[in-house]
């Protein structure tokens, strides 16, 4: 059979000595909250405070867990900012790659129009062409359209505005030509030299003569 003794609902002699850490211990007699009593160990407080009363131990840890914070938050904020700058940077370095390789491509392309046009040109005058050797005469018209087909695979498109408005933007002016309907004036009559686009990029005006009414 279990004996136990209890005066004022406590135990008699028994101590309990509970660390709370952060400078304070709870020193407990018993069960009632009235035995409770705070004892200091004082080293680790800011300053080498001595005999701080709860209050001011309490006090003393938020400061610290209040700085702690602080240069945690500071940490992280510099890492969140070193992280979106570094994502920048390869986001600028990937636009400027890409920058890189879009101008070189339209500098080579560019420089083959001439080519091109010399194609037109032959094939222009239908009477001639007709007259070249048949052979002869499709192996070259398979190369004009081996090279359209390339360079269309990269991005290039001809511009022929035959029957449109005349822009000054889009449009180089050659000549004009005269017609009695109105509702032909400034509309484009003729087009001498193709234009071309570049991945919708105009990189050569159309050269074309204009309807003017008269």
């Not at 979106?84 to 920058?99: H, T």
């Not at 017609?179 to 009559?189: C, N, Q, S």
């Amino acid at each position: 059979m279990i004996n136990n003794t209890q005066t004022n609902g406590r135990d008699d002699g028994l101590q309990k000595d509970i660390p709370l850490g952060g400078g304070v211990n709870i020193v407990s007699s018993g069960d009632d909250v009235d035995d409770v009593q705070f004892e200091s160990y004082n080293d680790d407080l800011p300053g080498g405070a001595e005999e701080l009363t709860p209050k001011e131990h309490i006090k003393a840890l938020r400061d610290k867990l209040r700085d702690a914070n602080a240069v945690k938050q500071e940490y992280l904020d510099g890492w969140q900012r070193l992280k979106a700058e570094f994502i920048n940077y390869k986001k600028r370095e990937e636009e400027s790659k890409a920058d890189f390789l879009k101008f070189s491509r339209e500098g080579v392309i560019v420089d083959l129009l001439p080519i091109l046009e010399s194609f037109h040109m032959a094939f222009a005058n239908k009477e001639a062409w007709e007259k070249v050797d048949p052979s002869w005469r499709t192996g070259v018209e398979y190369i004009h359209t081996q090279l359209l087909q390339v360079l269309g695979a990269h991005g290039l498109e001809e511009v022929d505005p035959i029957g449109l408005p005349f822009d000054p933007n889009k449009h180089t002016s050659v000549g004009t030509v005269i017609t009695a309907d109105e509702a032909l004036d400034h509309k484009i009559a003729e087009v001498t030299q193709l234009g071309y686009k570049l991945s919708g990029k105009l990189v050569r005006s159309p050269r074309v003569k204009i309807f003017v009414h008269g």
